[in-house]
């Protein structure tokens, strides 16, 4: 029987169509470790496309169109404590020290700056990617900076702050993490206007949605932005009802030069612009991203804003010429969330599931994943400057390392229990780590 297995395991090499093995088992066989040592290193060889990202340096207050609150929760792994950070900065940096303390943290801020030095402009960033082997990263920002190199840093703006026209006063002082993320979506809102030099908020309905194109127009021809990303679930409930036209054009008449409008008026509004946006990213060929999963902020509402409200907009007949993305693949309900990538224009990306979970449970999602919808998934850091010491540079390798790691352990078990041969697990990793997203682009990315 074995030997048998073994003749179809053979006659199975080379081949990267359909592996003809025996029935799948149930338990990763005693060579498990082996193919992983084997997987490994041509798995790091893979250039990859990062599907979500904040590259730019600490001080840079562009690298998100929000803030995290003060004093927010952090999960274990992601906090500046965490001793795989000084393996990150080692690998980035040469760090000598296998702790973090402030004496030895000084050597690396240090040490930053001096490379900094030594590539000027955009050879900084160039190298980072270079690094840690990943082709081209989104740039998911509030703007570009000058310091990032376009052809490798692919621009994904913000959408949110056209929900946001109003007065905002009731919605700010909900509680403390929207006082911190509304008034920088108002901010958000006034820099989308400086841009069309539009200086205040159009008299009709009819040219607010003018305006709200011509933005998307302009980031699209003119300023190299991919795709529009949402993070509105840190904001109010995901569910968003079908309000007619007229319905909203009232009420944008009634709030445009003032008045507070009742929280059940705001959201319908608000339910008509997003719908709008998404018709949008249709017609202009912008994919749209959506935050999907737990976020930063202890009042963050994982009921009222987790993936599966999002299905009755992603199942929609009417949007089926949108691309959707779904940042953070719905963590922590990632197993649900795979299904919604039946519906051909709809993506999972992994990005922050490999830093919020070890590589062994983040290996359980990739398998459960790369067990469904393997077409339909893409690769992410979700890097960002935390501070100083914890850079965009750390972090991209945390994730990137991690996203390899655990994506090699799922593939070796999948081999080792019969369902795919090393050629087609070999096809999988590179459509995971690059050539999933990069399709979706139409030529726009490498
Ligand atoms: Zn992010």
């Given at each position: 029987m074995k030997l048998a297995i073994r003749a179809l395991l053979l006659l199975s090499v080379g081949s990267t169509s359909i592996f003809s093995g025996a029935q799948a088992r149930p338990f990763p066989g005693p060579d498990v470790q082996q193919i992983y040592q084997r997987l490994l290193p041509q798995i790091e060889k893979i250039p990859a496309f990062d599907h979500h990202a904040h590259p730019g340096f600490?001080?840079?207050?562009?690298?998100?169109?929000?803030a995290a609150p003060p004093n927010a929760s952090e999960a274990l792994r992601t906090r500046d404590d965490n001793p795989?950070?000084?393996?990150?900065?080692?690998?980035?940096?040469?760090?000598?020290?296998?702790?973090?303390?402030?004496?030895?943290?000084?050597w690396l801020i240090d040490k930053k700056a001096e490379v900094k030095k030594k590539n000027p402009g955009t050879a900084y960033f160039d190298m980072v990617l270079d690094k840690v082997n990943i082709e081209s990263s989104v740039a998911n920002r509030a703007m570009m900076p000058d310091y990032l190199n376009p052809k490798r840093f692919p621009w994904v703006f913000f959408a949110d702050s056209f929900l946001w026209p109003f007065n905002n006063e009731r919605e700010t002082a909900r509680n403390g993490d929207q006082g911190v993320f509304i008034p920088l979506q108002e901010k958000m809102l006034h820099r989308w206007m400086q841009q069309e030099n539009v200086s205040k908020l159009p008299a009709t309905f009819a040219d607010y949605l003018k305006f709200i194109s011509q933005v998307l127009e302009d980031n699209k021809n003119n300023k190299g932005g991919i795709a529009m990303k949402f993070e509105v679930a840190y904001f109010r409930p995901?569910?968003?009802?079908?309000?007619?036209?007229?319905?909203?054009?009232?009420?944008?008449?009634?709030y445009v030069s003032g008045g507070i409008p009742a929280?059940?008026?705001?959201?319908?509004?608000?339910?008509?612009?997003?719908r709008y946006l998404v018709q949008e990213g249709g017609r202009l060929h912008l994919p749209v991203h959506i935050h999907s999963a737990v976020g930063v902020g202890d009042y963050f509402n994982l009921s009222q804003s987790n993936i599966m409200n999002l299905e009755s907009v992603l199942r929609d007949p009417r949007y089926t010429s949108t691309t959707f993305v779904m940042i953070?693949?719905?963590?922590?309900?990632?197993?649900?969330?795979?299904?919604?990538?039946?519906m051909k224009n709809v993506y999972l990306d992994s990005s922050y599931g490999e830093m919020a979970q070890y590589p062994s449970a983040f290996k359980e999602t990739l398998k459960q994943w790369?067990?469904?919808?393997?077409d339909k998934i893409t690769f992410g850091t979700d890097c960002f400057p935390y501070n100083q010491v914890l850079g965009t540079e750390e972090s991209y390798w945390l994730g990137a390392e991690s996203s390899r790691i655990a994506l090699a352990a799922a593939l070796a078990e999948m081999i080792s229990e019969?369902?795919?041969?090393?050629?087609?697990?070999?096809?999988?990793?590179?459509?995971?780590?690059?050539?999933?997203a990069v399709k979706l682009y139409e030529g726009r990315v490498q």
């Open positions: 600490a001080d840079d207050p562009d690298v998100d169109a929000m795989e950070l000084a393996a990150a900065a080692k690998a980035m940096f040469g760090y000598p020290y296998s702790d973090l303390s402030p004496e030895h943290t000084k995901t569910t968003f009802s079908d309000p007619s036209r007229t319905q909203v054009e009232d009420l944008y008449q009634r929280e059940r008026e705001y959201r319908t509004f608000q339910d008509f612009i997003f953070h693949g719905g963590y922590p309900l990632e197993r649900e969330a795979i299904w919604l990538a039946a790369l067990e469904t919808f393997p019969g369902e795919i041969g090393e050629a087609r697990a070999l096809e999988l990793a590179h459509a995971y780590l690059h050539d999933n």
